[in-house]
């Protein structure tokens, strides 16, 4: 796993930061902030040169390696001036990262791209430029030069409390498409609970963790019938996150944790049954929500449960035509253990309305 691991802010001028290379952007109309305008006079004019002769024409996220005499220059396009929004900007922070990662700049320096100094345009930029770095080469098995990371962004002007927040906000998704990644065999329903209370040491949160005996006793039968036939010793997490007063209704989180579905004995088709792995997304996106928070520190009450098992076709599984109990005692007759993820939300929802009453 890698992406971006420093980003700076600054109100020093593009030209005085030492970087492998700048940025810039160019709106459709030919148009630059005061940033981009004095680059292109250090370029002597090359840009909007190059703009009126058509080479570039300010299109979204359009591409363009200019060279000064201390480095190279990527010029990006912003699209229409009068339809720059959050997302514009989240794009073009994408680009950038991709297209360093691509030319091999470990350290970029750019501008608040469009020249809007507010927090939400820092914070998707900043978004943009950690979720566009991201990479996922842990199992590779390359040389270390041949895999390049972008290491640093520097971001000249804007809000430095939108970049932060940013960045934060985007290593929770990142912290998210790891979990996600990784293969069945590493991320197990026992690492979805070890991260959990790794989170919730930093974020002060309580984290209970139930195993198969626990959760049965407690009822939840529906949970317990989709992990009979793993030998992978499934988990009901509990995170609960109080940031403000208790009498204050939390917001509740209920992630899907299937580390891997083969449909149990309703079994899938084997092809493209490997990403059966990502059955466990929705667990994923809980926990980097919860690794946010414990950043943030959020003035609000979330509570998060994720229920999580494989799904085999082990000698004890459940089977077409049995009945479970669900953690508030309804019935439910299982016609296709495919369909599996219902019923282990259905006991992580029972659980949380009954105790949250969110």
Same mark, same amino acid.
């Given at each position: 796993m890698a992406h971006l691991s420093t980003l700076k802010h600054t109100r020093d001028s593009l030209d005085s930061i030492k970087a492998d290379a700048i940025s810039i952007g160019i709106f459709k109309d030919g148009s630059m902030s005061f940033r981009g305008k004095a680059v292109d006079n250090i370029l002597n004019g090359q840009i909007s040169s190059a703009f009126k002769r058509g080479d570039i024409k300010g299109k979204h996220s359009e591409t363009t390696i200019f060279y000064a005499e201390n480095g190279p220059v990527i010029v990006i396009g912003l699209g229409k001036a009068d339809n720059f929004e959050t997302e514009c900007i989240r794009k073009v922070g994408g680009t950038l990262a991709k297209k360093a990662i691509t030319k091999k700049y470990a350290h970029v320096a750019c501008e608040n791209f469009g020249g809007n100094g507010?927090?939400?345009?820092?914070?998707?930029?900043?978004?943009?430029? !950690?979720?566009?770095?991201?990479?996922?080469? $842990?199992?590779?098995?390359?040389?270390?030069?041949?895999?390049?990371?972008?290491?640093?962004?520097?971001?000249?002007?804007?809000?430095?409390?939108?970049i932060d927040r940013g960045s934060i906000i985007a290593n929770g998704v990142c912290f998210a498409r790891n979990l996600g990644n990784h293969p069945g065999n590493v991320t197990t329903p026992t690492r979805l609970?070890?991260?959990?209370?790794?989170?919730?040491?930093?974020?002060?949160?309580? !984290?209970?963790?139930? $195993?198969?005996?626990?959760?049965?006793?407690?009822?939840?039968?529906?949970?317990?019938?989709?992990?009979?036939?793993? $030998?992978?010793?499934?988990?009901?997490?509990?995170?609960?996150?109080?940031?403000?007063?208790?009498? !204050?209704?939390?917001?509740?989180? !209920?992630?899907?944790?299937?580390?891997?579905?083969?449909?149990?004995?309703?079994?899938?088709?084997?092809?493209?049954? $490997?990403?059966?792995?990502?059955d466990m997304c929705g667990s994923a996106v809980v926990l980097g929500c919860m690794h946010t928070i414990a950043t943030l520190k959020p003035k609000i009450n979330v509570v998060a449960a994720v229920s999580s098992t494989e799904n085999l076709s082990g000698a004890k599984a459940y089977k077409p035509g049995d009945i479970v109990t669900a953690y508030n005692g309804k019935t439910i007759e299982v016609l296709n253990t495919d369909a599996e993820g219902r019923l282990i939300l259905a006991d992580a929802l029972s659980y949380v309305s009954k105790h949250y009453d969110p």
């Open positions: 507010s927090a939400p345009f820092g914070q998707a930029l900043a978004e943009g430029l !950690v979720l566009g770095s991201y990479q996922f080469n $842990d199992y590779m098995t390359k040389k270390k030069e041949e895999l390049f990371e972008l290491n640093k962004v520097t971001v000249s002007g804007g809000s430095r409390v939108g609970a070890n991260e959990a209370k790794k989170i919730g040491r930093r974020g002060k949160m309580k !984290v209970s963790v139930f $195993d198969r005996k626990k959760f049965t006793e407690m009822g939840m039968g529906a949970l317990a019938g989709v992990a009979a036939g793993t $030998d992978e010793p499934p988990k009901f997490i509990l995170m609960e996150y109080w940031g403000t007063k208790k009498s !204050v209704k939390p917001k509740v989180l !209920v992630g899907k944790g299937l580390t891997f579905d083969s449909g149990g004995i309703s079994i899938k088709p084997s092809a493209k049954m $490997d990403e059966m792995k990502f």
